[in-house]
């Protein structure tokens, strides 16, 4: 199991509250990312980070904001939820080179009512 | 455009057959291709990558892929299924260049009978 983490794991909120999702990795990477993956299982990247206070937008428009203020750390913050936001979020880190395989956390199931 | 696909929905197998999840993909230049594995309410799980050399790539829990240049195609193979090999197979390329994103495919759900 690779070290990437994620809180909460199940996260069940109102529409219209502010939610942040965390994301940690202790491997040191310069690289990591934010996919949501919807019900039918496919994934879509919807930000990234080469490194401490660089953050991109990916290739599916998403609502929510990310920072990268510490390497080890790449919050995703959504200010005010909607139904539209259910989804599973799935952080992932890599080393520098698009060789290098990307680690995945255990992803957050958010469900906004 | 760069694309990934993998053509299968489902695959269904008995257990002790050799398994095949098939993968074909579209890119410019020389790809970098990965498979994932997805059991129930967890993370990808990395199993193998091919980068260059030889075109058969072995990975974890006994599986391995094939590269086929010609036919643009990296197939995901186990010669033997275990039951405990259910779960949500994913196909990826890697676009290369600083930003090491990857492109998935929509991903294959192996089924395993007993």
């Known amino acids: 199991e690779a070290d990437i983490y994620q809180t909460p794991r199940y996260l069940v909120i109102g529409t219209g509250k502010k939610i942040t999702l965390e994301c940690s990795q202790t491997m040191g990477h310069d690289k990591m990312y934010w996919y949501q993956q919807d019900p039918g299982m496919e994934l879509h990247l919807i930000h990234y980070s080469y490194g401490v206070n660089s953050t991109e937008k990916g290739d599916l428009s998403s609502e929510s904001t990310v920072s990268r203020i510490r390497t080890e750390h790449f919050p995703l913050t959504l200010e005010s939820a909607r139904p539209s936001h259910t989804s599973q979020y799935l952080c992932?880190?890599?080393?520098?080179?698009?060789?290098?395989?990307?680690?995945f956390g255990p992803g957050t199931r958010l469900t906004v009512t | 455009a760069q694309s990934v696909a993998q053509p299968e929905d489902q695959v269904n197998v008995a257990e002790g057959n050799p398994l095949t999840v098939k993968c074909t993909y579209s890119?410019?230049?020389?790809?970098?291709l990965f498979w994932y594995v997805q059991y129930p309410n967890r993370g990808l799980q990395f199993l193998l990558k091919y980068i260059t050399g030889d075109n058969l790539v072995k990975g974890s829990y006994g599986f391995e892929a094939e590269f086929n240049k010609s036919q643009t195609s990296f197939h995901l193979k186990k010669p033997s299924a275990l039951v405990s090999d259910s779960a949500l197979y994913f196909c990826a390329v890697s676009l290369g260049g600083a930003t090491n994103k990857l492109i998935f495919g929509t991903g294959t759900l192996l089924a395993v009978q007993p």
């Open positions: 992932a880190s890599s080393r520098v080179l698009s060789l290098h395989e990307q680690y």
């Open positions: 890119v410019s230049g020389n790809p970098y």
